[in-house]
């Protein structure tokens, strides 16, 4: 089975700008999560969706926004863009059951690098 | 509040010895915990959970790591350190009710040849 693929691998903006980040899961998980890791603040959990539904958010701005298709792909954009907001962002996905809540682990992409010069 | 840590921020061991990479955790209910290894310019890889059962919890590349309720802990080891292993380490908890991960600071391990 194919792993979780993020495009692009790498990225460069300008402050001001605005980006749009991609993420396919593994096939068949239905949910996908999405965190920013950078070297000050460590792993932090931005959202996550599940059935093309926004399930629930971590304490980010809202400039950071997200979507999920019907076939569990995901986009996350990053609007005005902040010297801060450079970092590299990861993609998990995982199997939920029927209500939505799973022990199932989160598997994780290789991340997109955004540099905001 | 749910809550991770990973006291020590480098560690440092001889190929061959045993290693142990610290976690402990904070968390209301009965927690999910679950241990991740990053390489350099790489996303997470997944070595272990623990979900319910067993303490003694076993993974990939010869991990496996302990749960200790009443020290509120979950420590990575492997016997038999290789240079390989060295690596960005994780240690994250998934609160009852939630599908997010919150993760530790991480620990760095060298693994000495």
């Known amino acids: 089975k194919a792993g979780v693929t993020q495009t692009p691998r790498y990225l460069i903006k300008t402050r001001g700008q605005q980006v749009t980040l991609s993420c396919s899961p593994i096939?068949?998980?239905?949910?996908v999560s999405w965190y920013q890791q950078t070297p000050g603040q460590g792993l932090q959990f931005l959202f996550e969706?599940?059935?093309?539904?926004?399930?629930n958010k971590g304490n980010f701005p809202g400039r950071f926004s997200g979507r999920q298709f019907s076939n569990s792909r995901s986009e996350m954009n990053v609007s005005t863009l902040e010297l801060g907001d450079s970092a590299l962002y990861l993609c998990?996905?995982?199997?939920?059951?029927?209500?939505?809540?799973?022990?199932?682990?989160?598997?994780f992409g290789p991340g997109t690098r955004l540099t905001v010069l | 509040a749910q809550s991770v840590a990973q006291p020590e921020d480098q560690v440092n061991v001889a190929e061959g010895n045993p290693l142990t990479v610290k976690c402990t955790y904070s968390?209301?209910?009965?927690?999910?915990l679950f241990w991740y290894v990053q390489y350099p310019n790489r996303g997470l890889q997944f070595l272990l959970k623990?979900?319910?059962?067993?303490?003694l919890v076993k993974g990939s590349y010869g991990f496996e790591a302990e749960f200790n309720k009443s020290q509120t802990s979950f420590h990575l080891k492997k016997p038999s350190a290789l240079v390989s292993d060295s690596a960005l380490y994780f240690c994250?908890?998934?609160?009852?009710?939630?599908?997010?991960?919150?993760f530790g600071t991480g620990t760095r391990l060298t693994v000495i040849p």
């Open positions: 998990a996905s995982s199997l939920l059951g029927s209500g939505g809540i799973s022990t199932d682990t989160q598997y």
């Open positions: 096939s068949g998980h239905r949910s």
């Open positions: 969706y599940f059935s093309e539904t926004q399930r």
């Open positions: 968390v209301s209910g009965n927690p999910y």
């Open positions: 623990y979900i319910t059962g067993d303490n």
């Open positions: 994250a908890v998934r609160p009852p009710g939630a599908n997010n991960l919150f």
